[in-house]
């Protein structure tokens, strides 16, 4: 019976095309309307707006992803060939054993030729993103909200569309959860990838044949549905019901006219044995012609005559594939090998080997395949009865015969079989090693180059001596990689010498990097891949905890990757291995011990164990006495905003990074520093990420003024923003949605690398909360005696309270009382005090007792005091006090040891008002500014303006004092320069003051006025004076001074004149002077207006020029000058010299 005819003519009518109309909007709750407003918002909003005017770039972009998802249907069609395949074995051993790896072959092929045309659509897409350069938004941030997105279907869909009691496994119930997949996917896929329904169901229920059956009556079987997806799927769930079967054929009638859809139905009839079935399709093909239209068909045709036991239909068949492009298909060239095999007998293993030696020419690309691996090892398992284990010299002689042909042309090969045959009987064991020692040999090519699938083999040969033997190997083998490299860049640097005055200077720069670049490859390619790594150490620890096998693994791995093997070995529960790592972490360096810790804590925090991640915060601040940096507080920042309810936690780690403002656009956006420039660099190499260097514009109206140093110069631009130097580069801080990404890809190289791993969600733990919640209940009674006694219960256990109980206590205890709090942290055990250690509260105490403050702050870890938030903290304090030279020296210290400087400006102020602006540390603070690229300072501005007054450089101050911003303290070296310039008398120069009187309305200051008044005074010019008071009173809505008052009092020489001007004032406060006067006067005339007036005025208090400093005791400057000074080494070298003379003299 001719079957495709039939198949054929069903596809012109859908029998039950009526009854599935079954979508009915009134079913579909609320929350459809919600959570697609919302997906629209978070998806497509941004991407609207930012590409507003880039529509055109856009489709283009999206043509190219969509011809991008189709290779990549292609690919999952395929792919599902694999499952399918693998699925059809359960039914049929021997049918198994002869093709399931021809199988695998053949879609891994189709697999390539797909993925090469992805690649070919991937170089158009980037190549019309070149030419779009102002499309920024990345598609791969459109696919990661999609994610994040579908994530929170998964988790809403029972909540929102059922109600508790609705039990899923009911196919009405399904069809609701089909529907609204169907809506909720459409507006994410624009009508594809219906087949994600599929993915979703099987995630959402318990599947079974009825899910499947409401699937399939939903589904609109249009053109875009009838994929062979949903062909394999749909066959593969109806093979026991004939009924849904047949409608499944008929629907895809014109999937079955193609190579695909022939394929899937082959295999349905071999797996369930109806072999009839399959011989009438056979025929139907071969009358059909199909072969010349579709070569791949000849692939399905051979299996299914091998299947038949029809030997020399197959062979025509492979006769005929050999003269078209599937000749390189090496699928049906592995059917017959096994084939053969499956006769059990000694004909069939030399026509087995007869066939490969004849046909191999032809896929010669299958000796590199698994499916040589799997034949080799089949024929080393060849058994009879008469003459037991036959086929070991079969394949010496067959691998020999390839080596003279040059098959096998590397030790690839090799390596690849003996990791297939250590893993099975024996007697493939025996031989496996055997071909290793072959393979080692000195006259083979160098085994190092192949040294990470020779230790993963030894590993699982159990070899722990050729093991270490090889490691030392690798470890020789760098020495010599360093030696060379080491020479290569001393060649190169004196060979750069020698070109210095040629034109080609920086061609060679470039070159030379390249070489260095290359050298360092060479170097590195002998790192191990940190699963490899993992394999070794579990290795190790199988013998004995081989410390040698330990110390040679850790050396030779990847040491951007040990926070992998410290985070999972620690979530799988090997402590021992965790010990181990870190042992070697602290023998290392600091600088590696350090950054991996802070990646650690990252991972932590990104997987949600907030209390394992203080936990090594703690460590690594009181075991290894390394700084948090703020970076690494950044990321518990990030932890703090992406939770809601805490805003405290987040000012709490916001006190901890060090901001400092750095010019990179008009903007005044700001970008922060690490204490650690090593950690950021390497951050940034291990993400592959380029640093971006941000350079400040400058106009070409932009006028150099004067150099401040030898090399740098302040510019002045018209916007009125002074900008000195180049910025520094930007730093780019991964946020927790990649993290997790990193730390999902990375858990699954481990688990497909190793054996026994467990998921990602098995480590999952359940948190503790017990102390959580007792805590949380006294922080919500603000209940501070309560706190302290949880607190202090918990003191006594030497771990980190479960996530952020433990802070959250400490923050609030500080804020409702101060004195209890101080009276906790001094009792607070070590552990714990380093991570709870607060900037601000320390602030607060310091304003309350300087003395007691630095107390306190003395019995914290060595590692808090020489952070920069701690010398930051101290310095703000001492300039709060007035302390001068005690900041001086902290700045000098700070300066020395390139720590970040926040509070800055607050210094110069305070240096500024005591006249102390040409202090050699302000000096050398200027340069460092310079240094950083900042925007210049008010400060700043005016130090230099006050320079260029005492040099009487006025044209230089006059230009800067222009350009720069204005304040009180401008205003007044301002009224300096003016003054200077254009002196009174003559009165015509009261012209050119005018911009200042701009500026002081502008600031609703009186500075200029009394200024000026003070000016005329000591030019004798009262009568000006007390003309310009007069025309002042006149307008109500200007105020005037006590000092204003001040000064046309005493220019007023007439007793009466002088009570007019009086009463014509409107403040309510008075100088002594003033109030002295007007008493005086009025003791004699006796106004009554006068009195009472003078009865409501209040005497305004004297402002000093420069402020008063607080004293502090011997010990808080001894404590300060010794930890945070220039001297610091000095005194300790002292300390240390006298102690060693004590010693020397009592032992005399």
């Not at 990689?481 to 020479?487: D, I, M, P, Q």
């Not at 998921?759 to 922080?779: G, R």
């Amino acid at each position: 019976m001719n079957t495709i005819p039939k198949l054929k003519n069903a596809t012109k009518t859908i029998l039950l095309s009526n009854s599935f109309k079954l979508y009915d909007n009134s079913i579909i709750t609320s929350y459809h309307s919600n959570i697609t407003q919302n997906y629209q918002k978070s998806y497509f909003g941004n991407y609207r707006k930012i590409n507003n005017n880039n529509n055109n770039n856009n489709s283009n972009n999206h043509y190219n992803n969509n011809n991008n998802n189709n290779n990549n249907n292609n690919n999952n069609n395929n792919n599902n060939n694999n499952n399918s395949n693998s699925n059809n074995n359960n039914n049929n051993n021997k049918y198994n054993n002869k093709y399931n790896n021809n199988n695998n072959n053949n879609n891994n092929n189709n697999n390539n030729n797909n993925n090469n045309n992805n690649n070919n659509n991937n170089n158009n897409n980037n190549n019309n993103n070149n030419n779009n350069n102002n499309n920024k938004i990345s598609y791969e941030s459109s696919l990661s909200r999609k994610q994040v997105f579908l994530e929170e279907i998964d988790q809403e869909l029972r909540k929102k569309i059922f109600s508790e009691k609705m039990e899923l496994t009911t196919p009405k119930n399904l069809i609701k959860v089909v529907k609204h997949l169907d809506i909720v996917l459409n507006i994410i896929n624009n009508g594809e990838h219906s087949f994600d329904k599929i993915i979703f169901l099987r995630k959402l229920t318990d599947y079974n044949i009825e899910h499947a059956k409401a699937l399939f009556d939903t589904i609109k079987w249009n053109e875009k549905n009838k994929t062979p997806q949903f062909l394999r799927f749909f066959i593969e769930e109806f093979k026991d019901d004939d009924k849904y079967l047949s409608l499944v054929l008929e629907y895809h009638g014109e999937q079955l006219m193609t190579s695909t859809g022939i394929s899937i139905v082959m295999d349905h009839y071999m797996r369930v044995g109806k072999k009839e079935e399959l011989r009438k399709l056979i025929e139907s093909v071969v009358i059909s012609n199909k072969m010349a239209e579709f070569p791949a068909i000849y692939e399905p045709l051979i299996k299914s005559c091998l299947y038949l036991d029809d030997h020399e239909s197959a062979l025509s068949f492979y006769n005929r594939i050999l003269s078209t492009p599937q000749r390189l298909n090496h699928a049906p060239f592995n059917y017959f090998l096994n084939y053969y095999l499956d006769k059990d007998s000694e004909d069939g293993v030399s026509k087995s080997v007869n066939f490969f030696l004849r046909f191999i020419k032809s896929v010669p690309q299958f000796i590199t395949t698994e499916s040589f691996c799997n034949y080799i090892g089949r024929l080393l398992n060849v058994y009879l009865p008469s003459q037991g284990f036959i086929g070991r010299p079969v394949v010496e002689d067959l691998l020999s015969m390839l080596q003279k042909r040059a098959f096998i042309t590397s030790n690839n090969v090799y390596l690849a079989l003996i990791l297939h045959l250590v893993r099975d009987d024996v007697n493939q064991k025996e031989f496996a090693h055997q071909i290793y020692m072959e393979i080692i040999k000195p006259e083979h090519s160098d085994p190092l180059k192949n040294h990470r699938k020779i230790i993963k083999y030894l590993i699982k040969a159990n070899q722990p001596n050729e093991l270490k033997e090889l490691l030392n190997k690798i470890k020789e083998k760098q020495k010599e990689a360093l030696l060379k490299n080491a020479l290569l860049i001393e060649q190169q640097q004196l060979k750069q010498q020698q070109q210095q005055q040629q034109v080609q200077n920086q061609e060679f720069d470039n070159i030379s990097e390249i070489q260095k670049n290359n050298n360092s490859i060479q170097i590195d390619q002998f790192a191990m891949w940190f699963p490899l790594t993992q394999l070794l150490l579990e290795f190790g620890q199988k013998h004995n905890n081989d410390f040698e096998i330990y110390e040679e693994s850790l050396k030779n791995a990847d040491q951007r990757h040990l926070h992998i093997l410290l985070f999972y070995n620690e979530m799988v529960g090997n402590s021992e291995l965790v010990s181990v790592i870190e042992n070697y972490l602290e023998r290392k360096n600091v600088y590696l011990l350090s950054s991996t810790l802070s990646k650690l804590i990252q991972w932590y925090l990104a997987f949600d164990r907030y209390h394992l991640a203080l936990y090594w915060l703690s460590k690594k601040i009181s075991t290894y006495n390394s700084a948090a940096s703020p970076i690494l507080m950044t990321y518990f920042k990030q932890f703090s905003e992406s939770n809601k309810n805490q805003s405290e936690l987040v000012k709490f780690w916001n006190n901890h990074i060090l901001v400092y403002p750095i010019q990179k656009d008009n903007n005044n956006n700001t970008q922060q520093f690490s204490e650690d420039d090593n950690l950021i660099k390497n951050q940034n190499e291990e993400d592959g990420e380029e640093e971006q260097q941000q350079q400040v514009g400058v106009d070409e109206s932009v006028t150099k003024i004067k150099t401040m140093t030898d090399n740098d110069k302040i510019n002045i631009n018209n916007d009125n923003i002074i900008r000195i130097g180049e910025t520094k580069k930007l730093i780019a801080i991964k946020s927790q949605f990649e993290t997790r990404e990193d730390i999902k890809n990375s858990w699954e190289q481990l688990a497909t690398f190793l054996t026994n791993v467990k998921t990602l969600e098995e480590v999952k733990e359940s948190t503790n909360l017990p102390f959580s919640l007792k805590i949380q209940k006294a922080c919500t009674d603000e209940d501070a005696d309560r706190i302290i006694e949880i607190l202090e219960e918990h003191f006594e256990q030497s771990t980190i309270p479960t996530h952020n109980a433990l802070l959250v206590a400490y923050i609030t205890l500080g804020r409702i009382d101060l004195e209890k709090y101080i009276f906790l942290l001094n009792k607070t055990p070590r552990h714990i005090r380093n991570i709870v250690y607060d900037p601000s509260i320390y602030e607060k105490i310091l304003e309350m007792d300087f003395d007691m403050g630095i107390n306190i702050l003395s019995k914290e870890s060595s590692t808090i005091l020489q952070s920069h938030t701690t010398y930051n903290l101290i310095l703000k304090a001492c300039c709060n006090i007035n302390q001068t030279e005690l900041a001086s020296m902290i700045v000098a210290r700070m300066i020395g040891s390139k720590r970040i400087i926040v509070h800055s400006e607050l210094y110069l102020q305070t240096m500024f008002k005591n006249g102390l602006h040409n202090h050699a540390v302000v000096k050398n603070l200027k340069n460092v500014l310079i240094s950083y690229g900042t925007k210049v300072s008010q400060t700043l501005c005016n130090m230099e303006i006050l320079a260029f007054l005492e040099n009487g450089e006025l044209d230089d101050a006059l230009a800067i004092f222009t350009a720069s911003p204005k304040d009180i303290e401008s205003l007044r070296l301002g009224l300096k320069i003016y003054s200077k310039m254009y002196p009174i008398p003559p009165l015509s120069n009261l012209h050119n003051w005018t911009p200042l009187l701009n500026i002081q309305h502008n600031l609703k200051s009186s500075i200029f006025t009394e200024y000026l008044y003070r000016y005329l005074y000591e030019k004798d010019l009262q009568h000006l004076i007390v003309k310009l008071y007069e025309k002042t009173t006149m307008d109500p809505s200007v105020e005037i001074s006590p000092m204003e008052l001040h000064y046309a009092l005493f220019s007023t020489a007439n007793k009466n004149k002088l009570f007019q001007v009086f009463l014509s004032y409107r403040g309510n406060q008075i100088t002594q002077e003033s109030f002295d006067l007007i008493k005086t006067v009025n003791q004699t005339l006796k106004v009554e207006e006068v009195k009472n007036k003078l009865s409501k005025l209040i005497i305004a208090p004297n402002i000093k020029d420069t402020p008063t400093t607080k004293p502090i005791t011997h010990e808080t400057k001894e404590f300060l000058i010794f930890n945070f000074t220039p001297y610091l080494k000095n005194q300790k070298l002292k300390r240390q010299s006298l102690a060693d003379e004590t010693l020397s003299n009592s032992t005399k």
